[in-house]
């Protein structure tokens, strides 16, 4: 029951693509480029990742929010919007409509849970 025009290859693609864009972005690019040594690793982990939220397969096994508390200092809620801003044109670019608003729908979701855990603090 996977949406029309996603599978692991497009996928793939995807996170390539989307990738080669946070990199060269002048503002998302350097935390990046500073926290990851082995891109192909971090391409083939968050191809499985996406794998595992769009299909199901549970081919990814990590914890995204000690990876992003790591970096809780450098991390904005502007950058959020920029990093859902290059996923928005990345997958209208090369995914199939209702493909593309299904992986913009999630993202916005686990962006939204990662900022509750990154930023939200109780009241002292
Ligand atoms: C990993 C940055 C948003 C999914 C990482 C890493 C960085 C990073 C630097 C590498 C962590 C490390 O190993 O040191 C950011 C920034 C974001 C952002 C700056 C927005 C401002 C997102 C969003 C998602 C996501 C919205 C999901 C929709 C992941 C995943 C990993 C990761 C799955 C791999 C975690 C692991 O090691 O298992 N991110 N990220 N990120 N990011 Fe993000």
Redo the contacts with the bound molecule.
């Keep these: 029951n996977a949406i029309d025009g996603i599978d692991e290859e497009r996928l793939e693609t995807l996170v390539e693509r989307f990738y080669a864009r946070v990199r060269t972005d002048a503002e998302?690019g350097p935390?990046?480029n500073?926290?990851?040594a082995d891109w192909p690793e971090?391409l083939e982990?968050?191809a499985a990742?996406w794998s595992s939220?769009m299909l199901t397969s549970g081919r990814?096994k990590?914890?995204?929010v000690p990876?992003?508390r790591?970096?809780a200092a450098?991390?904005?809620p502007a950058?959020?919007e920029?990093?859902?801003g290059l996923?928005k044109v990345t997958t209208e670019e090369m995914m199939p409509t209702k493909a593309a608003e299904a992986l913009q729908e999630?993202?916005a979701r686990?962006?939204e849970s990662?900022q509750l855990a990154l930023f939200f603090k109780l009241p002292t």
Excluded: C, E, N
């Design positions: 998302l935390i990046f500073d926290a990851i971090h982990k968050l990742f939220v990814y990590g914890q995204p990876a992003h790591k970096h450098r991390i904005t950058l959020f920029r990093w859902l996923w999630k993202a686990i962006a990662l």
